[in-house]
T-cell receptor
C-alpha cells in the first residue's frame, strides 16, 4: 500500500541551527501539507503546497520556515534558525483531489531543539 | 472560522464494551468531518469521513460516526472495543478556504482499553 514517508524520524538540534525535514509523498498525489503537533497540544496546520507554490499558510509559518519540492519526489520543510518553541512532531501529508480527498499522513518527524 | 472540541482527553473502557468518543464542531460553512487515529509511533490514519452524503458514516475496524447538524456533533462509536483500538483519536473539520481545504484538529482523545 502506498504511503507517505518522512525522514528523519527524530532529530535533535541546537537552537539557532538550520533543520530540514524531508517527506516523500505518495507518487500520484498533487497537494502537499505540513502540520505540526507540539507536545500536549493540537495538531496545527502549517502550510499547503500545490503546483510548485505555497497555496495557503498559517500564522505559524513565518519567515523562518520554507518549503520546497526540489525534485519530483521529495517535499521538504526547512526551519532556518530553530527556536526552542519549534520542538514538535512535524507531519507531512499528501492527497489527490483538492477539496475532500483523503489526506494521507506520514509517521512524523520529531524535532527537539535544545 | 472553524473549530473542533473533543470533550474528553481520556476515555477508558473494558475490552468488549462500547466505545463513545465525543466531538463537537463549529463552522460557518458546510463542513467535511473526519476521524483520524494515531497508534504509538505511527502516522495519522483516516478512520472515516463525512462529506455531506449519508449522516451515518461507517469506517474501518468497526467504527462509525453520526453527523448531527442540530447538535453540531460528530461522535465516534464502536459496539465492542478491542485491545488493538487503544490509541489517540482526533476529530477533524475541513472547510474549503481559498479553493483548498485545510484541516482543523481537535486536541485528541486517548482511548485506553483494559482486558
Amino acid at each position: 500500500e502506498p504511503e507517505v514517508t518522512q525522514t528523519p524520524s527524530h532529530q535533535v538540534t541546537q537552537m539557532g541551527q538550520e533543520v530540514i525535514l524531508r517527506c516523500v509523498p505518495i507518487s500520484n498525489h498533487l497537494y502537499f501539507y505540513w502540520y505540526r503537533q507540539i507536545l500536549g497540544q493540537k495538531v496545527e496546520f502549517l502550510v499547503s503546497f500545490y503546483n510548485n507554490e505555497i497555496s495557503e499558510k498559517s500564522e505559524i509559518f513565518d519567515d523562518q520556515f520554507s518549503v520546497e519540492r526540489p525534485d519530483g519526489s521529495n517535499f521538504t520543510l526547512k526551519i532556518r534558525s530553530t527556536k526552542l518553541e519549534d520542538s514538535a512532531m512535524y507531519f507531512c501529508a499528501s492527497r489527490t483531489s483538492g477539496r475532500t480527498g483523503e489526506l494521507f499522513f506520514g509517521e512524523g518527524s520529531r524535532l527537539t531543539v535544545l | 472560522a472553524q473549530s473542533v472540541t473533543q470533550l474528553d482527553s481520556h476515555v477508558s473502557v473494558s475490552e468488549g464494551t462500547p466505545v463513545l468518543l465525543r466531538c463537537n464542531y463549529s463552522s460557518s460553512y458546510s463542513p467535511s468531518l473526519f476521524w483520524y487515529v494515531q497508534h504509538p509511533n505511527k502516522g495519522l490514519q483516516l478512520l472515516l469521513k463525512y462529506t455531506s452524503a449519508a449522516t451515518l458514516v461507517k469506517g474501518i475496524n468497526g467504527f462509525e460516526a453520526e453527523f448531527k447538524k442540530s447538535e453540531t456533533s460528530f461522535h465516534l462509536t464502536k459496539p465492542s472495543a478491542h485491545m488493538s483500538d487503544a490509541a489517540e483519536y482526533f476529530c477533524v473539520v475541513s472547510v474549503p478556504n481559498s479553493g483548498y481545504s485545510t484541516l482543523t484538529f481537535g486536541k485528541g482523545t486517548m482511548l485506553l482499553v483494559s482486558p
